[in-house]
């Protein structure tokens, strides 16, 4: 596989005998022009986001993966993909959305997509994730999607921290005691025991790693 880097919003890919090891039908594109592919071995075949040329595509390639990238007209996708299944049932799908539409990412998961990633993932991050997905059966979901359900479990509030318990979430997270985490910011242990007495409060956190998990999930660490 080769990707032109000058070609920048889309993936320009040309083919490579014998080396390709998983065939990817492309719907649409994404943000990124042509990020790093080393280590792959994939053949990368484009298509317009209409029914017909994907079927005839279906038929000649016989791919493993459908990839949906961006596409114009999103109520065709839901179509595009019945008809790739109607072709090859076992097709896997693989989709790139909106960072921040949550729902469409919980929509796709539910009507079987195997990958979900942003829509401005790299080439690499897209080939990576569909590899892992590949050789142990797993669904694979950017972190991002993550990150905005934690945050709508949490009522969508997002608790503000100081400089200071920033500091102290993060050695938290590196398992210091109390005395290690006073004696690297130079403070005393008491001031520390009330730092972590505030932030179990605004992360509605019980205990030190149930405030670490909750920060984690919030992406404030």
């Known amino acids: 596989m080769i990707s032109d880097p000058r070609r920048q919003g889309q993936v320009v890919v040309r083919d490579q005998p014998g080396t390709a090891q998983e065939g990817?039908?492309?719907v649409g594109h994404w943000q990124d022009g042509a990020a790093g592919h080393a280590g792959h071995a994939a053949r990368l075949e484009r298509c317009p986001a209409e029914a017909g040329p994907l079927r005839r595509r279906l038929a000649v390639h016989h791919p493993r993966w459908l990839l949906v990238g961006q596409v114009a007209d999103e109520a065709a996708v839901p179509l595009l993909v019945m008809t790739a299944w109607q072709v090859y049932p076992d097709l896997r799908l693989a989709m790139l959305g909106p960072a921040l539409d949550l729902r469409r990412c919980e929509r796709w998961l539910r009507r079987g997509c195997q990958?979900?990633?942003?829509?401005g993932s790299a080439l690499e991050t897209v080939l990576t994730a569909l590899d892992c997905a590949s050789a142990v059966d797993v669904v694979v979901v950017d972190r991002a999607f993550h990150l905005q359900k934690a945050r709508s479990q949490h009522l969508?509030?997002?608790p503000s921290?100081?400089?200071r318990q920033h500091e102290v979430l993060?050695?938290?997270?590196k398992n210091l005691t109390n005395s290690e985490i006073a004696d690297a910011l130079h403070v005393s242990e008491n001031t520390i025991e009330f730092h972590i007495r505030r932030l179990l409060v605004k992360l509605g956190a019980r205990n030190r790693m149930q405030a670490v998990g909750r920060a984690s999930d919030l992406g404030l660490i």
């Open 24 to 26: 990817i039908l492309v």
């Open 115 to 119: 990958v979900y990633l942003t829509d």
């Open 156 to 158: 969508g509030f997002v």
């Open 161 to 163: 921290l100081t400089a």
């Open 170 to 173: 993060g050695l938290l997270e």
